[in-house]
């Protein structure tokens, strides 16, 4: 065998050898540039009724692999959201508890630290309407609510007892328990009011009865509650009429 029929097989194994090196070292780069992400930025937090929505911009770097979920946690109470998106709704909050809230992004190389706390924001329920008689339903007088407001005036000696246009007004239960309840006006401002109806009744009127006037002051003529109890219809409040 010649002399470069020897030398061959070097080189060639020094040329693998060279390969291989510089494969290693692509390969631990590669694996070496990838981390995780830096924080999400710019947390901002709207809230709701026993919740809050937040929203934010993605991290200045993704570590080099690309972000496959965050998750917003708020403070106190460690609620949280997750969503590939960069918005979500932390459910679950006090309301009239004040909450800051924090962002962490996730990638094939973990979890980023979490992003600077957002702006504090305090849930609120959402008021409903105030109750009118102009907005409530109108049902025809049923037999059952006629006799029980009826017996209500006889037996207080105001008969004889005649019904407004034979008509009652169908009333919200929950909005009319018992209770201080708070609502919002059609200008935008806040009222509460007492309900008067038990929380055990599955259905409550309201009528506009006339009768024999009380003594003295009170008016002959009363807008009337009827609740539906688990004993029957009975009259729980009176108001006067026009």
């Not at 709701?48 to 570590?63: E, Q, V």
Request: proline share 7%.
């Amino acid at each position: 065998m010649t002399k470069s029929s020897w030398q061959r097989p070097a080189v060639i194994g020094a040329v693998l050898v060279v390969l291989a090196v510089i494969a290693g070292v692509l390969i631990y780069t590669f694996r070496t540039t990838t981390s995780v992400a830096s924080a999400p930025q710019f947390v901002h937090a709207t809230a709701g009724d026993a919740s809050a929505t937040l929203r934010w911009s993605i991290p200045a770097s993704d570590g080099g692999a690309a972000i496959e979920s965050y998750m917003a946690t708020s403070q106190p109470g460690a609620r949280t959201c997750t969503t590939t998106a960069t918005s979500c709704t932390v459910k679950g909050l006090t309301n009239g508890t004040s909450y800051t809230f924090t962002v962490v992004a996730k990638n094939s190389a973990g979890t980023s630290p979490a992003s600077s706390a957002s702006n504090a924001v305090t849930p609120v329920a959402v008021l409903p309407a105030c109750w009118t008689l102009d907005t409530s339903p109108v049902v025809p007088l049923t037999a059952p609510v006629r006799a029980v407001v009826t017996q209500y005036y006889l037996a207080k000696q105001l008969g004889p007892v005649t019904f407004y246009k034979n008509q009652e007004w169908v009333l919200n239960v929950v909005q009319q328990s018992k209770g201080v309840h708070y609502c919002k006006n059609p200008d935008g401002s806040k009222s509460g009011y007492v309900g008067s109806v038990p929380a055990t009744a599955t259905a409550a009127v309201m009528v506009e009865a006339t009768h024999k006037p009380y003594p003295v002051t009170q008016s002959p003529t009363h807008f009337v509650t009827v609740a539906k109890l688990p004993g029957g219809w009975k009259v729980v409040a009176e108001g006067t009429g026009p």
